[in-house]
C-alpha cells in the first residue's frame, strides 16, 4: 500500500511539472547546440566533448530500458532531448563520444545508462538572444525529480498493458520469443525495485528543486545500503549547490565542509566516493588474487578515467564576464576592490587563474563564525548506521578503527573507498604521484584557527574542523549563483545585504541572467521552483560581513554596489 500512495504522488509531480526550463525554449530552433556561445576557459571542443560524456562508472539503467520507456503520462520517449530540458540536463550535438545525441553528463558503458560529473558541473544562462554554455560551473539540473520521472514511466508501464507491448516492441523488435520476452520482463521488474528503493531511501521532506543536491547523504546512504541491513538509511536532507569546479585540483581541500583532502590519494578516493553516490556498482566482499593477495572491492568504477577528468579540470580556466554583457563601470569597480581588500580578501583570496602552478590554500570559517546555516556540515559528521557486513572491519578497509555494530555512516563510505582503491593499486599509486605533481603538502598537523577561520591544517581533519564552510578565491563568482552552500541568496546584491533584508523566498528554474544584481531572474513560471528560506536546511543567514556584524561599519548601498561591480570582474 505504501508504494500505492508513493507512486500516485510521484505521478502527480510528473504531471503538474511543467519545467520552466523547457518552457522558455519553446522555439526548438534556439536548442541548436551550434548557436551556443562558448566562454574561453582553456578547453578546446574536443576536451569539452570528451568530459562531458567520459564513463566513471555509473550504472543507473539499463540503456535499453531507459531509451525505449515512454514518459508517464503519453506516449512520447522519456528520453526525447525536449523532454529532458525539464529535469535541466543540456543538450548536446551526436558526436564520437556521443553517438546518441545524449544531454551532456550523460553516459553508455556496458550497455548501462550512468551520469558523470559534467551532469552537475556544467552550466547554462540565457542573456537577450544569446545561451551561454559555462564549462564547470555550477548545473541547473534538479536530480530527483529526474529520478522519480524514470519510477514514473516504469511504473506505468507495468501497469498498462498496450504501453508496456510497445516498450517490448521497442526493445526487441519485430520478432522475438517468450523466452526472450519473460527475460526482459524480469529484468525490468528487478530494475523498478531498484529505482523505488533508491527514491524510497533518499525521499526528503524539503525539496532540493534546480540547481541542487544532498550528494553527501546519497553517498551516504548507499554506503548503508550496502550493509546488507534492511531500512538503514538517513533523509538526506541537507542539500547544497553544485559548486564550480574550475580550481579543485589546485585546492588543498575540497568540497564545502572542506572535507576532501587533495594529498595523496585523496583526489582519487574523493572521485570514487562521487562514483559510489551516484550509481557505482561495488560488491562489498574481498576479491583475492592468487588466492592470498587482497584484491580489495571490485566494482564498475573507472578508476583511470577519474584521473583523467581530474587533470583535465586541473586545466580548466575560470569565466570572465562575457564582453556581450553590459560593460563593467570601472571606477565604480576601483571602489569596489578596496572594499574587497578590507573585507573580503582574508578569506577569499587573490589568485592568478591562468596561472598553470598556481595553488590555493584553503579558508575556512567556523560555524560560528559565518553564522550560515548549520545542517549540511553537521550531518556529515553525524549520520550515523548499522554495519551489517562491515562490522569488525577497519575504518579504511585496511587501517584504522575496528567499526562495531553501529557507527557513522561515513565510516562505512571510508570502507568501501578503500576497497575500490585497493582493487585499482596502479591507478592509486599513479594518483598519489598526481598529487605530488600538483604540488599538495601531506603533512599532518592540527588546525590552526584566528577569529573563527581555520588558516592552517594538516591531511588529518577533526570533527572540530569539519564544523567549518570553505571560503574559496571568487574568481568566476558571478556564474555561482545562488549563493551561499545551501543556495539560499538569489544574488550577489542580496549576499552583501543583512539577513534580515534578503529574500525569504525566491524562484528558480531558469537560465535568464541578471547582470545587475548578478544572479538568475527570480521569475515565477511554469515549473519553476519556489524555493523557501524558512524550511529546514534553507536559511540564509549568516556571512553578514559588512553589514554591521562583527563590528565593522555597515555598507552603504553605494559600496554594496561598487563591491558587485568588481566581483563581476574576478
Not at 551556443?36 to 562508472?57: C, H, K, T
Not at 524514470?150 to 519485430?174: C, H, P, W
Not at 603533512?443 to 592552517?456: A, Q, R
Request: hydrophobic share 35%; with cysteine; charged share 25%.
Amino acid at each position: 500500500m505504501k508504494y500505492i500512495n508513493h507512486f500516485i504522488s510521484i505521478v502527480s509531480v510528473i504531471l503538474l511539472t511543467a519545467s520552466a526550463l523547457a518552457s522558455e525554449i519553446q522555439d526548438k530552433q534556439s536548442m541548436a547546440i551550434d548557436e551556443l556561445v562558448y566562454l574561453e576557459q582553456n578547453w578546446s571542443d574536443a576536451d569539452r566533448d570528451w568530459f562531458y560524456f567520459i564513463d566513471q562508472g555509473s550504472r543507473l539503467i539499463p540503456y535499453r530500458i531507459f531509451k525505449s520507456l515512454e514518459q508517464a503520462d503519453n506516449e512520447k520517449l522519456l528520453s526525447d532531448a525536449y523532454n529532458l530540458l525539464r529535469f535541466g540536463f543540456l543538450s548536446a550535438n551526436k558526436s564520437k563520444n556521443n553517438p546518441d545525441g545524449l544531454p551532456v553528463g550523460f553516459t553508455i558503458a556496458d550497455d548501462y545508462l550512468g551520469l558523470n560529473c559534467a551532469a552537475c558541473h556544467t552550466q547554462q544562462l540565457k542573456y537577450e538572444d544569446k545561451f551561454i554554455r559555462v564549462d564547470g560551473g555550477q548545473s541547473m539540473m534538479d536530480l530527483p525529480m529526474f529520478l522519480t520521472a524514470i519510477e514514473a514511466s516504469m511504473q506505468t508501464t507495468v501497469d498498462d498493458e498496450n504501453k508496456y507491448k510497445r516498450f517490448e516492441k521497442r526493445v526487441l523488435g519485430e520478432k522475438y520469443t517468450n523466452k526472450d520476452s519473460l527475460e526482459l520482463k524480469n529484468e525490468f521488474q528487478n530494475y523498478l525495485v531498484v529505482r523505488r528503493d533508491n527514491n524510497h531511501r533518499n525521499k526528503t521532506d524539503v525539496a532540493y528543486g534546480y540547481s541542487r543536491l544532498d550528494a553527501f547523504g546519497a553517498i551516504l546512504n548507499k554506503g548503508l545500503l550496502l550493509t546488507g541491513v534492511k531500512d538503514n538509511f538517513n533523509s538526506p536532507d541537507a542539500p547544497t549547490s553544485y559548486p564550480y569546479i574550475w580550481d579543485t585540483p589546485q585546492h588543498d581541500y575540497v568540497e564545502w565542509d572542506g572535507s576532501q583532502s587533495n594529498a595523496d590519494i585523496g583526489a582519487l578516493a574523493r572521485n570514487v566516493g562521487e562514483v559510489i553516490g551516484v550509481f557505482g556498482d561495488v560488491e562489498p566482499v574481498t576479491k583475492k588474487w592468487l588466492y592470498f593477495i587482497d584484491g580489495g572491492y571490485p566494482s564498475s568504477i573507472q578508476a583511470k578515467n577519474l584521473r583523467d577528468m581530474e587533470k583535465k579540470v586541473a586545466s580548466l580556466h575560470s569565466p570572465l564576464w562575457p564582453a556581450f554583457f553590459p560593460k563593467i563601470d570601472q571606477a565604480k569597480a576601483k571602489i569596489g576592490r578596496a572594499l574587497y581588500e578590507n573585507h573580503c580578501l582574508s578569506c577569499h583570496q587573490d589568485i592568478d587563474r591562468t596561472d598553470p602552478d598556481r595553488k590555493i590554500k584553503t579558508r575556512m570559517s567556523t560555524l560560528n563564525a559565518v553564522q550560515t546555516d548549520p545542517w549540511m556540515a553537521k550531518i556529515a559528521i553525524f549520520q550515523r548506521g548499522k554495519t551489517g557486513i562491515f562490522s569488525g572491519k577497519p575504518r579504511f578497509y585496511s587501517v584504522g578503527e575496528i567499526m562495531g555494530e553501529e557507527e557513522p555512516a561515513l565510516y562505512i563510505v571510508n570502507n568501501i573507498m578503500g576497497g575500490v582503491l585497493t582493487n585499482n593499486p596502479i591507478q592509486s599509486l599513479l594518483a598519489i604521484r598526481d598529487s605530488g605533481q600538483m604540488g599538495h603538502p601531506d603533512e599532518v598537523h592540527p588546525p590552526k584557527f584566528v577569529d573563527g577561520v581555520i588558516i592552517e591544517r594538516g591531511q588529518e581533519v577533526s570533527e572540530k574542523a569539519l564544523l567549518a564552510y570553505k571560503a574559496r578565491p571568487l574568481n568566476g563568482v558571478w556564474t555561482g549563483g545562488p549563493f551561499l552552500h545551501n543556495g539560499s541568496v538569489p544574488n550577489l546584491y542580496e549576499l552583501l545585504l543583512p539577513a534580515s533584508q534578503r529574500t525569504k523566498s525566491f524562484y528558480i528554474g531558469s537560465w535568464e541572467f541578471d547582470p545587475v544584481k548578478v544572479g538568475y531572474v527570480d521569475e515565477e513560471r511554469a515549473g519553476s521552483f519556489l524555493f523557501d528560506t524558512r524550511l529546514k536546511g534553507n536559511s540564509n543567514a549568516g556571512h553578514e560581513y559588512g553589514t554591521g556584524d562583527y563590528g565593522t561599519v555597515p555598507f552603504t548601498d553605494e559600496e554594496i554596489w561598487a563591491l558587485v561591480e568588481y566581483m563581476k570582474s574576478l
